[in-house]
């Protein structure tokens, strides 16, 4: 498409640097209709939409991915055409049986990594075998996590303290470790928290502060290291989900689950597969200008 240079005069009274209106401003000339596309005012390339969604070429790794809410992310990556994914979790049969399933379904060189993440030694150790076996990291889910449905009064410093080592310092030790990766290769990469709804609210009747307070933490530790890393083009989001119908929810008792869903517009648990899209997004070129975002995917929930 043809451009034209167009200058810009400021009014006379404007309280403004003449130096900005100075600047030529190019815009695209319009076609033999007279129309001018809108994409094409904004944004210096077309391209496919679609195709910015895909992952070829590219290494995930995600925590707490051999099952629920983590398993589902990886299906939904794997689909985008990633070349390799590295399935973080302590239980070595759920992983490797994650594995196999994500080979078989979508060809992707899967491995297993048995790891605690409140090891930040071990942590470290699993991600330089990951770039060791599968060549790089591009992207990072971090959605390791505990939750205890106990009152504040009872709390033992054993059980607080194991729920913010686990959610909070290992969402800490994974993302530092896979950040001085990336930074060290150079090409950036997408680092997605998975926090929760607890983070932003208190999601009443339960007494989980243990939980809301670790999520809250994990929220602002993305903010804080989307503002840092942004010079190495790494980008750190957050998925805040709502009540989730997963094995983490599932221990507690059944009268929990009709009061959530009574509080939830939506009037139902959210199901794990509702999140891959998300994930998708954040991990992909699709979302290559967002950074330090915390997304509610809830029902509705916290609308209310």
């Not at 950040?179 to 009443?204: D, E, H, T, Y």
Request: proline share 3%; hydrophobic share 45%.
């Amino acid at each position: 498409m043809a451009t034209v240079s167009v200058r810009i005069t400021p009014a006379k009274d404007a309280i403004v640097s003449q130096q900005v209106f100075d600047e030529c401003v190019t815009v695209p000339a319009s076609d033999a209709s007279g129309a001018v596309s809108p994409v094409a005012a904004s944004a210096g390339v077309r391209r496919n939409v679609l195709d910015m969604f895909s992952l070829d070429g590219k290494v995930a790794v995600i925590t707490a991915g051999a099952r629920g809410l983590g398993y589902s992310m990886a299906e939904g990556l794997c689909a985008a055409g990633l070349s390799g994914i590295a399935i973080i979790d302590l239980q070595c049969d759920l992983g490797e049986r994650a594995c196999e399933q994500l080979y078989l379904q979508f060809g992707v060189d899967a491995k297993f990594y048995r790891l605690d993440v409140r090891d930040d030694a071990a942590v470290q150790g699993a991600m330089d075998s990951v770039v060791r076996d599968l060549g790089r990291i591009d992207i990072v889910i971090l959605s390791a996590g505990v939750a205890d449905i106990v009152h504040a009064e009872e709390y033992s410093p054993e059980k607080f303290h194991r729920v913010i080592d686990i959610n909070l310092n290992g969402s800490f030790f994974c993302a530092q470790a896979a950040g001085k990766l990336m930074i060290a290769a150079g090409r950036g990469g997408s680092i997605i928290f998975v926090g929760s709804m607890s983070g932003s609210i208190v999601n009443w009747p339960n007494p989980q502060c243990a939980y809301n307070s670790s999520k809250a933490g994990v929220i602002h530790l993305m903010k804080s290291l989307s503002a840092e890393w942004a010079k190495h083009r790494i980008r750190c989001n957050s998925i805040s989900p709502g009540y989730m119908d997963t094995p983490l929810n599932t221990v507690f008792e059944e009268g929990y689950f009709h009061e959530w869903k009574s509080r939830t517009p939506m009037g139902r648990l959210g199901q794990p597969e509702e999140l891959a899209g998300c994930a998708l997004w954040l991990a992909s070129d699709a979302s290559s200008f967002c950074t330090g975002s915390d997304i509610l995917i809830d029902g509705g929930y916290t609308v209310l």
